[in-house]
Nanobody, 116 residues
Framework: VLLVESGGGLVQAGGSLRLSCAASGSTFSIDVMAWYRRAPGKQRELVATITRSKGTTGYTDPVKGRFTISRDNAKNTMYLQMNSLKPEDTAVYYC??????????WGQGTQVTVSS
């Protein structure tokens, strides 16, 4: 499975960005997709998850109410709509895909920078 993120950039605090993760290859084996992020000097953290079949979602507390994860199975693409961005959201955001028979795959990451 190949994962390619896009949509990162520089935005002022309070602004919005939408990240995309396009999957190709054995996408039928994907069970769950997720967004992770790694801020400078910090460990990678899970941001949001979504199941491929039912679209069940989950969020880490700091982004609840501000971020929305979604997917379009027909396009094999996952999204992360980020609103009310804060400087502490600055990080490299990574797309992850997992499946019982697939293992775990990662995208190359996309930089999100929120200025105060």
């Amino acid at each position: 499975v190949l994962l390619v993120e896009s949509g990162g950039g520089l935005v002022q605090a309070g602004g919005s960005l939408r990240l995309s993760c396009a999957a190709s290859g054995s996408t039928f084996s994907i069970d769950v997709m997720a967004w992770y992020r790694r801020a400078p000097g910090k460990q990678r953290e899970l941001v949001a998850t979504i199941t491929r079949s039912k679209g069940t979602t989950g969020y880490t507390d700091p982004v609840k109410g501000r971020f929305t994860i979604s997917r379009d199975n027909a396009k094999n693409t996952m999204y992360l709509q980020m609103n009310s961005l804060k400087p502490e959201d600055t990080a490299v955001y990574y797309c992850n895909a997992q499946g019982l028979k697939l293992g775990s795959y990662w995208g190359q990451g996309t930089q999100v920078t929120v200025s105060s």
